[in-house]
């Protein structure tokens, strides 16, 4: 059984006429110890999904129309407000894109971490422990940054601690919402680095959200890419890298300059992202599709796996040249 | 000659403190900068954030006051230029910034945007032939030029770059600094900003510099690479030559640090310890030395200067080879 | 290169919508606001023909009628009356109904010259009873005998004029000094931020006694109208220049604002078409808040003495006759209305003030 199990989701923000669908039957899962990175523009529905596991997207106005999502068998959607504050944070524990707004800036970070032990370790809530999770995270001198305010420090350690508050719950499932979006080059690599490093040593898993193929390259097992509030293609991530077979995965990775191969003429994606709510018919990418058929705009096609463990949402699927 | 000839710039900013406002010390943002730019060429600007390469590129065109240091744009100073003179001279060097949500007027329509640039130049001689000249502008950036009557808020934020590229082509520049203009964009919008900034140029005989920090898109728009570190510039080459053999240890853990799609890829990865330390009180000799995975004992004392390391790449570290 | 251009497909879309348009679609959803609007709108229409829908003008005193009582007119058949009171034998103030005498209501009647609108000599009234013996006095009458209805109107003209002029004076003036202090910073902006920091630090109502003690008692009293105006807008314009000088410290920061700089516009120019528009959502919500602060000023004055002077009429100085003593209050209860007044267009003006600093969050739907 997998840890988390996605089935069917549909959510809608708003009612009646003016409801528009921001996530349009969507099917995740994730193994225990497995890392996937869900990848998507802006307005795709990348992190309502993540927000979605513990139901913290604000209902109303969102409204979930049918689905299911089983953490550890269990339906989210289904439980009540107290077994889901058991779930946030404790079982699962997110981290954000902009770590210095998600720090209270009137607390030291030290306190901020012990206050996230109490909740969900109480016996662990001491200055020692705080100490080894600073470690974990890669803080030199841990036992003086414990006294620092957020302020006080860079965006990649405040980044840092809030894996750090993260993991003091020691969840299984860590979410990490554009966790380095935010952040340099070099110091995003840091982050990175941690995060796999982490990854191997806890075994826990991880819902990893970006707009960056690269770094899903970097860190994840498998790869969902999102367009338009549905899944369009789902694979291990070598080979959806190595041979994305969507139109869409396939346009994303020849519309971005990569770094020291020749300089042509990059291949542009016609057209802007669909807003919420302004979702074509049909597949929701034939407006942009350089392969898109007569048929694409009526036709909603399925997810299909065309290969073993490998689901593309288009009957033109093709093996794309790089 | 030159179009741009940029010689020692220094931008300082006072740190006041207290309650008379005494000036404390000093940010150096840009410290000493060097370069040029020929027409129809693209200078790219590489650095992370604080490394000052926004503010040399606002003080260039001094929307920023220097410090120190000369500006030569097409043979005059501009950093000499008076209130008025300053004014009449902008026509010659643009801007396209990096926020397409911020970089337009909410409460002007898109005519207005692009008009305001015709109307401070005089660039038409009457509401008909500024008008024509509006809707030639949104075509020439692949706008519909009914969108002329629209305001902002109606465009995608790929859509609102465009109308920004079309307000700065208004006055019919000869440079442009792009200060990061596809890093607030959706991935899948990126590429139709940076070929349009190609094909424009191409069209109109424009140069750029552009400024951003991710290195691919710099090296596939750039002809030279510059790249900056703490105010001060630690290598400047051709494009090709900066991304594919740095001879600067800052620029080689920059370029191991993208991440790359290509899961074969066999690149060794460095991953530079610590942050970019803050620019009051940089670090003594090499401001890049406590992070340097090379550095020496006299990387600690001794600051290098940029040399030529081979013919056309410079880099400014001790050793560089 | 024409990738962008995008067949919208969506009929709408092909309207522009202005900023404004959006701002009053907003509005249109939010019912309380549009009520409060609705009030106002009919209260400043009543306020500019005070002189046609009173039945008496404000200086009128019915000397043998004075702590009269409401009349009501009633019906008789189908035709609305007004019966006749006459005072009692050896009471003060009070009147008893003469039975079966009786005045029909009637309209657009003639009746005590005015001027309408302050321009046009008139002398119709919307309603009355034409007889000078059997008078309707809707919400009494004061103590010299004056119709508190025709005065509470012709009060209006002075109390809800005062804070929309005190308004405009005081923002066109915040928003002007704020601009300028905020754009160009420096000096400029040290010295008159200080000297607003000087005003706001002033106890308020002391400011506005020792201001008044300034000028003659006996000033006229459009003078003294003027001179309110200019006090209250004095003490206010420093809260909103400094409101006005923030907003324009990050607008002028905001990328646009660079890149009219960088297009070579004058600063005039960018204060006037960049940076104070952009302001005037805020500032028509602050104006709208504001409004009964000028109201409830007038009031201080008047009601202490050194505001509108009699026989002119102000809700304040209505007021303040009618406090004259703890018993005037419960004998004559009627003399309250100008605070049901004063009640109504407050709250009226913070409903729509509410509504539309709603409206002008754009995150809103």
New interface residues.
């Given amino acids: 059984m997998p840890l988390l199990d996605i089935q069917d989701l549909h959510l809608e923000f708003g009612t009646g006429a003016d409801a528009v669908r921001a996530v349009d039957g969507l099917s995740l899962t994730i193994a225990e110890g497995e890392t996937l990175g869900l990848v998507g523009e802006s307005g795709c529905g990348k992190s309502v999904t993540a927000l979605s596991i513990t139901r913290l997207v604000p209902a109303p106005p969102a409204r979930y129309t049918s689905g299911r999502i089983l953490l550890d068998g269990k339906d989210v959607l289904k439980m009540e407000q107290s077994k889901l504050r058991h779930i946030r944070g404790k079982m699962v524990s997110y981290i954000f894109q902009e770590p210095g707004s998600s720090l209270n800036p009137v607390f030291r970070v030290g306190s901020q971490i012990k206050e996230s032990l109490q909740l969900h370790r109480p016996e662990m809530a001491t200055d020692s422990e705080v100490i080894r999770l600073l470690k974990l995270v890669g803080i030199p001198a841990p036992e003086l940054r414990i006294k620092d305010y957020p302020h006080q420090m860079s965006g990649g350690m405040q980044q840092r601690i809030m894996i750090a508050m993260a993991l003091a719950s020691e969840p299984r499932l860590l979410v990490a919402d554009e966790p380095t979006t935010a952040l340099d080059v070099t110091i995003q690599a840091q982050i990175l680095d941690l995060l796999r490093d982490l990854k191997q040593r806890l075994r826990m898993s991880i819902l990893l959200i970006t707009h960056n193929l690269g770094i899903v390259g970097d860190i994840a097992d498998r790869v969902a890419v999102m367009y338009a509030g549905q899944v369009v293609e789902l694979a291990p991530a070598r080979d959806l890298l190595q041979r994305p077979l969507h139109p869409y995965t396939q346009a994303l990775m020849n519309s971005v300059p990569k770094l020291g191969r020749e300089a042509g003429r990059l291949q542009s994606i016609p057209g802007t992202v669909p807003a919420v709510g302004a979702f074509p018919s049909g597949c929701r990418f034939h407006p942009r599709c350089p392969k898109a058929q007569p048929d694409c705009s009526k036709k909603v096609p399925e997810l299909i796996e065309v290969e073993p463990s490998r689901f593309v949402r288009c009957p033109y699927w093709s093996h794309g040249k790089l | 000659m030159s179009l741009l000839k940029v010689n020692n710039l220094k931008v300082y900013f006072p740190v006041k403190h207290g309650l008379f406002s005494r000036v404390k010390a000093h940010v150096k943002a840009v410290d000493g900068v060097s370069l040029h730019i020929e027409p129809g060429e693209t200078l790219g600007l590489v650095g992370?954030?604080g490394c000052g390469k926004t503010t040399l590129g606002r003080s260039i065109?001094r929307?920023i006051e220097p410090t120190s240091g000369t500006v030569e744009f097409d043979g005059e100073q501009i950093t000499e230029l008076s209130g008025g003179e300053?004014?009449?001279?902008?026509?010659k060097?643009?801007?396209i910034?990096?926020?397409p949500y911020?970089?337009?007027?909410?409460?002007?329509?898109v005519g207005q945007?692009i008009g305001?640039?015709i109307d401070?130049?005089h660039l038409a001689a009457n509401s008909v032939a500024k008008e024509a000249r509006v809707q030639e502008l949104l075509k020439a950036?692949?706008?519909?030029p009914i969108y002329a009557?629209?305001?902002p808020?109606?465009f995608?934020?790929?859509?609102r770059q465009?109308i920004?590229i079309a307000?700065?082509l208004a006055?019919e520049p000869k440079l442009i600094v792009c200060d990061e203009p596809v890093s607030a964009l959706?991935?899948?919008?990126?590429?139709?900003i940076?070929?349009?900034l190609?094909?424009l140029q191409v069209q109109k005989g424009l140069a750029y510099l552009f400024i951003a920090?991710?290195?691919?898109?710099v090296?596939?728009?750039s002809q030279r690479v510059m790249v900056m570190y703490l105010g001060k510039v630690v290598e400047l080459a051709d494009s090709?030559k900066v991304?594919?053999e740095p001879k600067h240890p800052y620029s080689q853990?920059?370029?191991?640090?993208?991440?790359?799609?290509?899961?074969?890829s066999k690149r060794q990865?460095i991953?530079?310890p610590?942050?970019?330390p803050s620019p009051i009180d940089p670090p003594t000799g090499c401001v890049f030395h406590p992070r340097c995975p090379v550095a020496e004992a006299r990387c600690k004392v001794e600051s290098p200067a940029l040399r030529e390391i081979t013919p056309g790449h410079w880099a400014a570290c001790h050793l560089a080879k | 290169m024409n990738e962008a251009i995008d067949p919208t497909n969506n009929p709408n879309a092909r309207i522009p919508r202005t900023p404004w348009r959006l701002f009053w679609d907003r509005l249109r959803r939010r019912r309380l606001a549009l009520t409060g609007g609705i009030i106002l709108v009919f209260l400043y229409a009543v306020t500019l023909l005070a002189g046609f829908v009173s039945p008496y003008h404000f200086e009128r005193e019915d000397r043998e009628r004075f702590f009269h009582p409401p009349i009501r007119p009633m019906f008789d058949g189908f035709r609305l009356v007004v019966p006749r009171f006459k005072p009692v034998e050896g009471q003060l103030a009070k009147y008893e109904r003469v039975q079966g005498e009786t005045r029909s209501l009637r309209f657009f009647v003639q009746g005590d010259k005015y001027k309408l609108a302050g321009l046009i000599p008139c002398q119709t009234h919307l309603l009355g009873t034409g007889d000078e013996q059997i008078p309707v006095y809707l919400l009494g009458t004061d103590q010299l005998g004056r119709d508190v209805f025709s005065r509470l109107l012709y009060g209006s003209q002075i109390s809800l004029s005062i804070g929309l002029i005190g308004i405009l004076l005081t923002f066109s003036m915040g928003m002007l000094v704020g601009g300028i202090s905020g754009y160009f910073g420096g000096w400029a902006d040290t010295i008159i931020m200080r000297l607003c920091e000087l005003i706001m630090s002033v106890p308020g109502l002391y400011l506005i006694l020792t201001l008044r003690s300034v000028f003659p008692a006996g000033m006229s009293s459009t003078h003294v109208y003027l001179l309110i105006i200019v006090i209250l807008s004095f003490i206010g314009w420093a809260s909103m220049a400094r409101v006005i000088r923030g907003m324009t410290l990050s607008l002028r920061e905001r990328q646009f604002v660079l890149a009219a700089r960088v297009l070579g516009q004058t600063r005039l120019k960018i204060i006037a078409r960049h940076i104070l528009p952009n302001t005037f959502s805020y500032v028509i919500v602050a104006a709208t808040l504001s409004v009964p602060y000028y109201i409830l000023g007038e009031v201080i004055l008047s009601y202490l003495a050194v505001g509108i002077q009699e026989p002119q009429a102000s809700w304040g100085l209505m007021l303040k006759d009618a406090y004259v003593n703890r018993q005037n209050l419960t004998l004559y209860p009627w003399l309250l209305a100008p605070g049901a007044a004063i009640f109504i267009t407050v709250l009226a003006f913070n409903f729509l003030g509410d509504g539309l600093r709603d409206a002008a969050d754009t995150k809103s739907t």
């Fill in positions: 992370e954030s065109i929307l300053l004014r009449s001279s902008r026509r060097f643009q801007m910034f990096q926020d911020s970089s337009l007027n909410p409460r002007m329509t945007i305001e640039a401070i130049h950036v692949g706008l519909d009557q629209r305001y808020h109606e995608s934020g790929g859509q465009r920004g307000r700065a006055v959706d991935v899948s919008v990126q590429a139709q940076i070929n349009l190609k094909d920090h991710d290195l691919a898109v090296e596939h728009i090709q991304c594919r853990a920059l370029i191991s640090a993208v991440p790359v799609v290509d899961p074969d990865r991953i530079l610590g942050d970019v």
